[in-house]
């Protein structure tokens, strides 16, 4: 395995990481901002109004894009297993 096909490999791991993590955090950051402005105008300070609405979007998110990341993830980590022999030689 040259230095090459290292940091190809490493440059799409982090790739399918950060697809993979896209939808969630999208999510959960539109939700955080539409609180925070919520809480900005209304003036309700309190910790818990955050929270609770990400942790349920969160959830949400990972329920309805759960397919499209293990089929990512997977599809990823056969790529790998099957590219082992390449790298061995």
Do not use: C, H, W, Y
């Amino acid at each position: 395995m040259s230095s090459g096909d290292a940091i190809a490999l490493g440059g799409q791991a982090i790739f399918v990481a950060l697809v993979a993590a896209a939808p969630v955090l999208i999510l959960s950051m539109i939700v955080g901002l539409v609180i925070s402005l919520f809480q900005a105008v209304t003036q309700i300070q309190e910790p818990t109004l955050a929270f609770i609405p990400k942790i349920v979007i969160s959830a949400l998110a990972i329920l309805f894009f759960g397919p499209f990341i293990l089929a990512m993830l997977t599809d990823f980590t056969s790529r790998v297993f099957s590219s082992i022999p390449n790298f061995v030689k």
